[in-house]
């Protein structure tokens, strides 16, 4: 919840399907910046290997090319912070949500 609550793109390492939770509670994620697929990976440690590989991939680019990237999510970020904020409905459903699909 922290990157949402302070307008930061995310990659989270959780169960298969958390990011299809964020999507149903009306969060956008950041297929831009990250290949989603390791959402769908059932085991742990191949989903895990496959967000420390985009993690690793995105680490290798310039400052310019992070920051030319990060521009085309900014929209995102505000959304997802605006949301979080104000829809207190919304924001509880969340919580209570990731409490079920978190490991």
Not at 25 to 35: M, P
Not at 43 to 63: G, P
Not at 67 to 77: A, G, M, N, P, R
């Amino acid at each position: 919840l922290k990157p949402i609550y302070y307008g930061q793109p995310f990659i989270v390492i959780a169960n298969p399907h958390f990011l299809k939770y964020l999507k149903e509670l009306g969060y956008e994620t950041y297929s831009e910046l990250f290949d989603e697929s390791y959402d769908e990976i059932l085991d742990l440690n191949k989903r895990i290997d496959k967000v420390v590989s985009e993690i690793d991939r995105l680490s290798k680019l310039s400052k310019k090319q992070l920051d030319d990237l990060f521009s085309t999510v900014i929209e995102k970020v505000k959304y997802n912070q605006h949301n979080f904020i104000t829809n207190k409905v919304c924001a509880e459903s969340l919580r209570k949500k990731l409490s079920k699909v978190v490991i």
